[in-house]
């Protein structure tokens, strides 16, 4: 299985690896940067630079469905590299580090609504949290609430706790619809020091002031118990 260097470290921009498999679907690596998509959080695009300097452009990574193994997606066209060969695997740093900050965001939105979460997903620049609410909430108020916590500067640090940890206190577990990362033994967990405590895969900044200004875009009535809350990042001078 590929060694997944972004659960230990989001900001590895690029890493080299050695090319274990190349199939119709992908090309698996026996490390990488890239963020493999799961716990609605998309999968990293970039680029795979092989030995020769030819550059293959990766537009998606993504669990195989048959063996599980991470698959780097490659662009209509690409011609992928040889297995066996070294290449150097480079992340859009810029994109990915827009997830990381929706991503963070999304930890800080769960602190502040006191309702168990139903769903969720992170696109580019936004994200929603589904929550399992029947009383309506109130949008201005609640993005006053959010950017307040986000510019406290809250330090984030990652632990690891074992399965049978995590099944001895479930409280832990804020998501419904998607369990934590499991069937390695262990945990991850993610903390927003003072803030959020939650098993976690996805990639996170190293501060909520790194999340920058947000703003609650809507918050829709999806059923009788569910509230949905749409956040995007605020564009450059609108005010919040």
Known sequence: MTLEIFREDAYRTECTASVQRVCSSGVELDQ???????GGQPGDTGILVCEDDRQVRVIDTHADGDSGAQLHILGDGEIPPETGEVITARIDWERRYRMMRMHSCMHMLCALVDAPVTGGSIADGRGRLDFDLPEPLDKLKLT???????????????????????????GLVKTMSVGPPRGVGRVRLVEFEGVDLQPCGGTHVSRSGEIGSVIIQ????KGKQNRRVIVRFADPGEVV
């Open 32 to 38: 990488s940067v890239f963020y493999c998509q799961g």
């Open 218 to 221: 809507k918050i829709e009535k």
């Open 144 to 170: 006053d609430q959010l950017n307040a916590m986000i510019s406290q500067d809250h330090p984030m640090r990652l632990s690891w706790i074992t399965d049978e940890e995590l099944d001895q206190q479930p």
